[in-house]
């Protein structure tokens, strides 16, 4: 199994290190070179990217979503900053993945649920433009307000799953937006995200219908307060046994309803 290094110093020392094919990174394996906001780039990771690309690991770019609100503006020139972040990430470290879409810059404080059919719009628009005229891999930007172990998280979550599914995204890591020590995300979070894009597959869900599917579901927590959840998941997921706690475990039963009823069959 690959794995991609998630640098903390973007020192060309550090990013270079840990280059080893036998206790290290291996060929195989990636790093994450990301272009930093309002489309930057660093001279360090330039540095890295060249030694990376001899090497011959793949590059990731983190960077190449977006936000409302941030440097272009509304969810138009969100879009273009995104495509461009992607393409500038090619141009500069040889960037093959990428973390792309749109969000809104207020989430990570937002007190009330943001799940605005521009925020959504954008993402697919990006994804679409992406998908259909270049051959990189994208993974969907996942903006979750809420936290685990609540109706909301999972919710967020199948909406942005629908959302990759049909756009042809890769799914991407089930974590809160505003990331919290050991209250971020759980591991059902991801599995019913995996549930939902395979379900959405397998019936077929068009990109007209999965519109009103998705619109439906956004307009239950659009505008409701941010729940939070535990702060610590092990009061709502058992890490030892690998399965959600009884109150978590009947709030995902109750998730899946919903979805079936709006028309995804998981």
Known sequence: MAIAYYPISTRA??????????FGLRRTDGVLLSVLPDIKMEQDLLTAAIVYQDYGCFKVNGGANSAIGGFCGGAEGAIIESIVKQIGGWLAYRDTLSETGVWDIRETTAKRMDMRAEKLWGSSVVLQALNTKTNF????????QSGPGTEFYLTELG???IQ??????????ARQNRARTNASQTPLGSEFMAEVASATIKAGVTRKEANKIIKKLAEKVNGRPVENGPDDIRECYDLVYHQPKPEYEQIYAKVKKEF???GIPV
């Open 13 to 22: 020392a550090t990013l270079i290190a840990p280059m080893d094919p036998d």
């Open 137 to 144: 891999i994208c993974f969907g930007v996942v903006s979750i």
């Open 159 to 161: 909406i942005n799953a």
């Open 164 to 173: 990759g599914a049909i756009n042809g995204a890769n799914l991407y890591i």
């Open 260 to 262: 079936r009823k709006a």
